[in-house]
């Protein structure tokens, strides 16, 4: 027997599980009964209460009955929906907090202002010019403040950091701007594995003299960029840098050609055409390109390849207007630079004293600027023209291993004629021809 809780309606039809009258869950025992009755747990679907109300009699009717049925099914309906309900809420709401950018400290991302931002860091971080390179830094700096997962924003960071630890400073403000770029790479990648520019950017933190110049390592970062993104002028111009430093210059040319088809308005990219026509020793070619590049967009760059060509033509007035020139706007010589020019104009003067003075300038301010081999290379032409093998080959070898093993340039320098039947210079040479070859074979 069975009763109903609500109305205290005794049923003696043990199948019925709820209240014919106003459908509450049916108890166990009479109305009458002293005992507490317990709930009936029945099988809960749809075809099995429909068959059961109907088999139930009493004083009310079955269509009383579905009407009471059907206003408890709606309630429990009405709850099962909103648990539903918010469940998918609670889902979504979590989807949403996963995928969606962490704002900044500031406030919300402002996506737009960061784009701003980026596009004006973007576009100076082309020129090595001290001025445009601070300014690239605070653009892009702002925009990952702007955005904290702006991951092509870490990335051009990473190269605008890299420019200024390779060219400007030294000690433990270049130690920390190269764990900046590191740590802008490292989050550029966190965000997108598959992002070119990240790549290309680790490539230039691996070609540094803190690094040693891994050129094999940097040439890896650099075709990686290009194969999943072949338009990043910048990948291309950056590896045909790496392939001319190691004497590969046909590959150079295809790759700065591939630079210039991309962006014809990479001014580095053109003004290293005028670098391997230099390597060649086809220097009035060479000097015409140059002339196409404004100064500004790396003076100290510049400036050392104007006079280093117009030295090696013999045109050495022209030369040292273009060195005093220099030391008039830049008198700290970054890099000792333009200073190794000065070296071999001295040099090639008679001026002995004069000239190892010049050298001991160089390599005082040059050491731990990315273009020392270059300076390194000048001091070395400067010992063969004073006749001084043993320095000179001293100071190739420091050129070649600090990031300069161009074998061709070496081969064809004139500068060095004084010493190509030195033994030690033959040695040095045979060495750096079997890196050059298998170079040429493997890369």
């Not at 111009?237 to 308005?265: C, Q, S, W």
Request: glycine share 6%; hydrophobic share 40%; net charge negative.
């Amino acid at each position: 027997m069975k009763r109903c809780p609500e109305c205290r309606r005794d049923y003696y039809d043990d199948t019925l599980l709820y209240c014919l009258d106003d459908g509450s869950e049916l108890l166990e025992g009479p109305a009458s009964g002293k005992e507490m009755p317990t709930a009936i747990l029945g099988e809960f679907s749809e075809d099995n209460i429909r068959t059961k109300i109907h088999s139930g009699s009493g004083s009310g009717s079955a269509s009383t009955g579905s009407k009471a049925f059907s206003a408890k099914s709606w309630r429990l309906g009405l709850i099962v929906g909103a648990v539903a309900v918010l469940a998918v809420l609670v889902i979504s709401l979590v989807m949403y907090f996963r995928n969606e950018p962490v704002s900044s400290s500031a406030g919300p991302i402002d996506h737009s202002k960061a784009y701003e931002y980026y596009l004006r860091g973007k576009i100076k971080i082309g020129s090595e010019n001290p001025e445009d390179n601070d300014a690239s830094i605070k653009f892009l700096e702002q925009a990952v403040a702007a955005d904290p997962n702006y991951a092509e924003a870490y990335a051009a960071l990473a190269q605008a950091y890299n420019i200024k630890a390779f060219l400007r400073v030294s000690g433990e403000q270049k130690k920390r701007l190269n764990e900046d770029a590191e740590v802008a790479v490292e989050k550029a990648l966190g965000l997108n594995p598959n992002l070119a520019y990240a790549h290309f950017a680790r490539g230039l933190i691996l070609w540094t003299p803190d690094k040693r110049f891994p050129h094999e390592q940097a040439i890896q970062s650099y075709k990686r960029a290009i194969a999943l993104d072949p338009n990043l002028d910048e990948a291309h111009h950056r590896l045909a840098v790496v392939y001319f430093h190691i004497g590969l210059l046909d590959k150079a040319k295809e790759e700065l050609d591939k630079t210039m088809a991309i962006n014809p308005n990479n001014t580095l990219g053109r003004f290293r055409f005028g670098v391997i026509d230099g390597y060649r020793g086809r220097y009035e070619e060479a000097l015409a390109q140059f002339k196409t590049v404004p100064r500004d967009a790396s003076p100290s760059l510049i400036d050392r390849n104007v006079a280093d060509v117009l030295f090696r033509l013999g045109r050495t007035e022209e030369s040292e207007a273009v060195v005093d020139d220099y030391f008039r706007k830049y008198p700290t010589d970054e890099g000792g630079n333009v200073t190794s020019v000065k070296a071999m104009l001295l040099a090639r003067a008679g001026k002995e004293s004069e000239a190892e003075e010049a050298i001991q300038r160089a390599i005082e301010i040059g050491q731990g600027f990315g273009h020392f081999h270059h300076t390194a290379y000048n001091v070395a032409s400067t010992y063969a023209l004073l006749n001084k093998p043993d320095e000179a080959v001293k100071w190739l070898t420091v050129a070649a291993e600090d990031g300069f093993p161009c074998y061709p340039y070496f081969e064809n320098d004139r500068t060095l004629d004084n010493i190509r039947q030195n033994p030690s210079f033959i040695a040095f040479m045979t060495k750096l021809k079997a890196q050059w070859e298998k170079y040429s074979a493997s890369l």
